[in-house]
Each structure stands twice: as structure tokens, then as C-alpha cells.
């Protein structure tokens, strides 16, 4: 006869509650992290907004102007470098066709034969056109230096505006990080408000109901929400905070686990079970399952831990003790005792009536059922 069920059914169910943990943790951190997204959403302090405060409007403008004008010039001067080019290709067209008719020109006066007319004209014409484009580039040339001029000017001013700017700048700058901070402080203090609560919730869940059937669920939900408390708090304090608060929790979690085996060794299971029981009997209750026991005076009411002290008890001429077994769970409860075969707790150390020691041992509700 079982009398402490503790199932633990087939691998596969087994399997399966590990794996829907596994599913229910990575769940549970999602929406978490779902949360924490929308909190990180709130609008920060704006930079522009910031800047428009500190710096003269008026300068940033004429520098967009200045800008915008240097741009102007420097297409105007491209365009110009380019015209140059055309007019210094044409040039050197025309330069090897003069070459070539003084070449003729040269022949003809060896063999003392006059020029064609129209090679005379050419060549002259080529000679006025070499003129004129040779003037050409060079007020092209000229236009390009007072371009160049201009550009440099812009610039100067450029740069002189941009310093000041610069020194308006710094302020702005510094507000806006203070702001920025305090943003920052706000988004950290919501999202724990939020996690905080959430993961004690979970510790005590977790700490409190190790022996619930339940406690996959607790300890899925536990992990998630400490990973994302851990995320959260390293997101936003600087690391030098950060070690001190992982620290403390380590140091934390290590004594917790030290006391458990200090009082483990320390209290024996046995005292701990006796404990447990005595408290039990105290407020008939099984204490396997916390079934009222429902024996003797007691045998039509109904009580739990809490409503224990205050049902009536009918005054009824005392019935004769029997041995008793828990209905829900099946533990033996009274037994008769092996000595003055009188009825004695079954979970207890000593009979009531003659004293007669029994072993109570971590697994005595196995070793007192029949
Ligand atoms: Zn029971
Ligand atoms: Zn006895």
C-alpha cells in the first residue's frame, strides 16, 4: 500500500513537463521582454528641441545660406574648369592646323611658288581664331580665380559662424545628456516596478511551494522573470553598480543553499517529520494529505487548518477509539499499539497509553502502513 503518492508516471509525461516548462519559461520571458519593449518606447528628450534653445537660430541659418552658396560656386567653378578644356582642346586643334599650313607656306617659298589664295586666307583666319581663343581662356581663367575667390571667402565665414556655434553647441549638449539620464533613471524605475514585484511573486513561489505538483510552472516563471531583471538592471546601471547588486544576490542565493544543509545536517529528518505531524494530530488533520481525521466525536464534521478551532464539538458519550486510516490518501493515522494493544498515533514516537517507543524515520509513513 502507497501511502505518500508520489507519482512520477511515464517518461513521456515526464519528457513532456520538462519540455512545456522549457516552452512556458521562454514564453513567460517574451512577454516580459514585450513589456519592457513598450516602456523603452517612451519618448526620450529631443536633441533638435534642446538645440534650439541654446544655439541662435539666426547663425544656424546663415550657414545652411553659406553652405547652399558654397555649393553654388562649386558647380559654377566645374562647369567653368570644364569650358577651360573645350577651349584649350579647340586651341590645340588649331595650333597643328597653323603648323601644317606654315609647313605649306614654307614648301611654297622654297620652290618660290605664291601661296593659294584661299590656303593664305586659312592660315589667317586659323591665326585670328588662335588669338581669340587664346583670350578666351584667359578671361575664363580669370573669372575662375575671382570664383574661387568668392568661394574662399564663404568659407572663412563658414568657419568663424561654426565656432560659435560649436561654443552655443556645448550646453545644449550638456542639458540634453542630463536629460537624457533622468529619462533613462524613469524607464529603469518603471520596468522594475513592473519585474520587481513579478520576481518576488516568484521567489516565494518558488521558495514556498518546492513540494507543489505545480512547481514546474513556478520555477519556469521564476527563471524568466530573474533573466529579465537581470537584463533590465544591467541594461541600465553601470557596471560598477551592477557587480555589486550581482554580488548581493549571489551572495544571497549561496547562504540560502548553505542554511538548507546546515539545517539539514544540523535537524534530522526524522525531528522535522515528528514536527510536522505533531502539528498535524494537534489539529486532526492526516498529516500526509491534511484530510481531517474524522474519528470518534468527530466523525460528521467537516474542518480545514483554519476553521479547526472553532467547530463544535457534540457532547456525546465518548465512542470506543478505533484504529483509523486516512480516506483520501490512505495512511494509517491510529493504529493498535503492539504493547497494550490500546489505539496509539501511528506517526508519532510514543503511545499515549504505555509509553511504547516506535521509530519515526524519514520514510515512517511507509514503515507504519500495514
Ligand atoms: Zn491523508
Ligand atoms: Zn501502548
Redesign the pocket.
Known amino acids: 500500500m502507497k501511502n505518500h503518492p508520489n507519482p512520477k508516471g511515464p517518461w513521456i509525461h515526464r519528457f513532456t513537463i520538462r519540455l512545456f516548462t522549457l516552452i512556458f519559461t521562454v514564453l513567460v520571458y517574451w512577454a516580459l521582454g514585450f513589456l519592457v519593449q513598450d516602456i523603452q518606447s517612451i519618448k526620450g528628450p529631443d536633441y533638435s528641441e534642446i538645440e534650439k534653445e541654446y544655439v541662435d537660430q539666426d547663425l544656424t541659418g546663415r550657414i545652411k545660406e553659406l553652405n547652399s552658396g558654397i555649393e553654388d560656386l562649386d558647380r559654377s567653378i566645374s562647369s567653368k574648369q570644364e569650358e577651360m578644356r573645350l577651349v584649350d582642346d579647340s586651341s590645340e586643334n588649331l595650333q597643328k592646323t597653323i603648323g601644317q599650313l606654315i609647313e605649306l607656306q614654307k614648301l611654297s617659298i622654297e620652290k618660290s611658288v605664291a601661296l593659294s589664295e584661299s590656303d593664305q586666307q586659312n592660315l589667317n583666319e586659323s591665326l585670328n581664331q588662335f588669338l581669340e581663343s587664346q583670350q578666351n581662356y584667359q578671361s575664363h581663367s580669370e573669372e575662375l580665380t575671382q570664383l574661387a575667390q568668392q568661394k574662399r571667402t564663404l568659407q572663412d565665414e563658414k568657419i568663424q559662424l561654426e565656432k560659435t556655434v560649436a561654443d552655443q553647441r556645448e550646453p545644449a549638449r550638456k542639458e540634453f545628456e542630463r536629460l537624457k539620464e533622468k529619462h533613462d533613471w524613469k524607464l529603469a524605475a518603471l520596468q522594475l516596478a513592473i519585474l520587481i514585484p513579478l520576481l518576488a511573486v516568484a521567489a516565494f513561489l518558488v521558495i514556498r511551494r518546492r513540494e507543489s505538483v505545480y512547481f514546474p510552472l513556478y520555477l519556469g516563471f521564476g527563471i524568466a522573470t530573474l533573466l529579465k531583471v537581470t537584463l533590465v538592471i544591467h541594461r541600465y546601471f553601470p557596471t560598477r553598480y551592477f557587480k555589486y547588486i550581482l554580488v548581493a544576490v549571489l551572495l544571497l542565493a549561496v547562504a540560502r543553499v548553505l542554511i538548507h544543509f546546515i539545517r539539514m545536517v544540523a535537524f534530522p529528518k526524522a525531528q522535522w517529520l515528528t514536527r510536522q505531524y505533531r502539528e498535524a494530530y494537534e489539529r486532526f488533520l ?6 481531517p481525521i474524522r474519528t470518534g466525536p468527530r466523525k460528521f464534521l467537516f474542518w480545514t487548518r483554519r476553521t479547526v478551532n472553532k467547530i463544535v464539538i457534540p457532547r456525546e458519550a465518548g465512542q470506543e477509539e478505533e484504529p483509523y486510516s ?6 494509517v ?1 491510529l493504529e493498535e499499539c503492539p504493547e497494550c494493544h490500546n489505539i496509539r498515533h501511528a506517526l508519532l514516537p510514543h503511545c499515549s497509553h504505555c509509553n511504547a517507543e516506535k521509530e519515526i524515520t524519514g520514510s515512517g509513513t511507509e514503515s507504519s502502513a500495514g
Open positions: 492526516c498529516p500526509v494529505c491534511e484530510y486516512c480516506p483520501s490518501c490512505g495512511t493515522l
